[in-house]
């Protein structure tokens, strides 16, 4: 096997195991969000107020579906919608008290249970893993993630 192959086999084993975590952290508040819509939040937990525009560009999904999302997110009382002081065809969105402490719960099962699978790990391949996810994640142009205030992907 390629070193490409073993390297691209590896990541994929990796993913498999986050995507378990992930949709282990999820499972507390699936009633309430869906994967999408929990996109969202997190979305905002980092950009704070939005534009819906801007939501949906950074969700990769059109206008109408963000509406859609959103409408749920406020019926849900998650994100509070508003008109644009500044320009009223636009719609700005935050997240409510209950939308960040949603974020927060998530992330934090999220951490713990990463934690835990690192602890385990050898400290010469969690150092090995720093510089190999940060390259990983460069490489695929997404920002360090700020450990003061974690927001993992869902």
């Known amino acids: 096997m390629h070193e490409l192959d073993q390297v691209t ?3 994929l084993t990796g993913s498999r195991v986050l995507v378990g975590i992930a949709a282990r952290s999820l499972a ?29 560009e950074l969700l990769d999904v059109n206008s109408s579906t963000a ?6 997110l406020a019926t849900a009382g998650l994100i509070i919608r508003e008109v644009n002081p500044d320009n009223r065809r636009e719609t700005l969105m935050r997240l409510t008290a209950d ?3 949603l974020v927060d719960e998530v992330t934090t099962r999220r951490r713990e249970e990463i934690d835990s699978i690192v602890s385990r790990m050898p400290s010469q391949h969690r150092r090995a893993l720093i510089e190999a996810m940060a390259a990983f994640n460069e490489a695929a142009g997404e ?3 700020d450990t003061t205030h974690p927001l993992g992907w869902p």
């Not at 969000?33 to 801007?54: A, D, I, N, W, Y």
């Open 9 to 11: 086999s590896a990541v």
């Open 28 to 56: 507390a508040v699936e009633e309430r969000v869906t994967l999408p819509q929990f996109r969202m939040l997190v979305v905002l937990s980092g950009h704070g107020e939005t534009k819906l525009v801007t939501i949906a």
């Open 67 to 72: 509406m859609r999302m959103a409408d749920r």
């Open 99 to 101: 939308g960040r402490r």
């Open 143 to 145: 920002p360090l993630v």
